[in-house]
């Protein structure tokens, strides 16, 4: 990791430009299935437009000052779905069914086979972003437990199963993610908050077998749900400090919507904290004094040493330029409290 102070990054996606997506399909979905009519280019010219998108997103970035750079995930129609349905022994022509986490019916990923991964999904995104920066560089892959949760089994008849061979998937990516120059791997598993005992259960088990042989810096991301979709939050999570035993150093998690306890970061006491401090459900831009004191309130629980400061989750349904403001606020705000941490640092020593 950076040898800075507080160093800054994105949980993953940034918005992707108008004249690549349909926004008006794209604000009322996170789909599960493939959904490539929310491309608004024809499919011949798609991956270079995607290929210009994603060198917007890191430029934004860099204009911003982020620390640690992400590929605004400008090739998915949503976080997971681009990975989950292009393995073996999915059927992608006829999906299944299952609720989402506003307990609403949609279309799922329809186990019918061994699942299996032929081969690398998501490298020639790290090959792009890395090509395209020359600052420290994170990808974004979905986890294990949250495909399993958004699939329909009609296969193994065992979640855990299910889950297992995700994650073994997830393994063999993850490997040829930092083959190909990843600085860092994000593993995105917002259903364990969504269903702690079951997370409890076996889901720690399959984050595990998913890092198995992983060498490399490994953060896990835990939300509430993109703001866009999932509006009242608990102001705590029900599953988070059991992550203290998985094999990641870093955990990622939202605390400005929910306004978090930041109390609970006392119980990761060996990880490195990607703290959230950007609402995503507030269209207004933070002042970098907000975001200051959003940092500084969790100093007590965690030393700065041990944080890199994030918004909450995925850009992905945020107005542009709401977002980039948000994101320069937030390397401000973090600026801020590093120069206040190295000045009382200078007058400790005289």
């Not at 992608?92 to 299952?98: A, N």
């Not at 509430?224 to 999932?230: H, R």
Request: glycine share 6%; charged share 25%.
């Amino acid at each position: 990791m950076p040898a800075k102070l507080l160093p800054t990054t994105l949980v993953g996606s940034y918005p992707q430009p108008e004249w690549l997506i349909d926004w008006v399909k794209l604000s009322k979905q996170v789909p599960r299935i493939r959904a490539t009519d929310l491309w608004l280019v024809a499919p011949n010219d798609l991956e270079a437009a995607q290929d210009d998108a994603t060198v917007l997103a890191i430029r934004d970035q860099e204009r911003a000052g982020v620390d640690i750079v992400t590929d605004g995930e400008q090739r998915r129609e949503s976080y997971s779905n681009r990975f989950a349905t292009a393995l073996d022994g999915i059927d992608v022509e006829r999906p299944g069914t299952r609720l989402n986490r506003s307990g609403r019916p949609i279309p799922v990923p329809r186990v019918v086979g061994p699942i299996r991964r032929r081969q690398p999904i998501l490298e020639r995104d790290l090959e792009v972003l890395r090509a395209s920066t020359d600052r420290m560089v994170k990808a974004t892959v979905p986890g294990p437990f949250t495909m399993g949760k958004q699939a329909q089994d009609d296969f193994y008849g065992s979640e855990e199963a299910v889950a297992m061979d995700y994650a073994a998937a997830v393994n063999a990516e993850i490997k040829d993610l930092f083959a190909a120059g990843a600085d860092v791997v994000q593993i995105d598993e917002p259903w364990m908050q969504q269903h702690p005992e079951k997370a409890r259960q076996y889901g720690l088990a399959a984050l595990d077998r998913a890092l198995d042989g992983v060498r490399g810096t490994v953060a896990v991301h835990l939300c509430f749900g993109y703001a866009a979709v999932v509006h009242d939050k608990p102001e705590g999570y029900s599953f988070l400090a059991e992550l203290e035993n998985s094999k990641a150093q870093q955990i990622s998690i939202e605390a400005a919507q929910p306004r978090l306890d930041y109390a609970v970061l006392a119980r990761l006491p060996s990880k490195t904290i990607i703290l959230g401090v950007i609402d995503l459900a507030d269209s207004a831009v933070e002042t970098p004094d907000t975001v200051a004191e959003r940092i500084r309130r969790a100093l007590p629980h965690v030393p700065a040493e041990r944080i890199i400061v994030a918004p909450d989750c995925g850009m992905k349904y945020l107005p542009r330029e709401i977002a980039f403001g948000k994101m320069a606020a937030m390397v401000e705000g973090a600026a801020i409290v590093r120069r206040e941490i190295e000045a009382s640092s200078q007058t400790g020593r005289t």
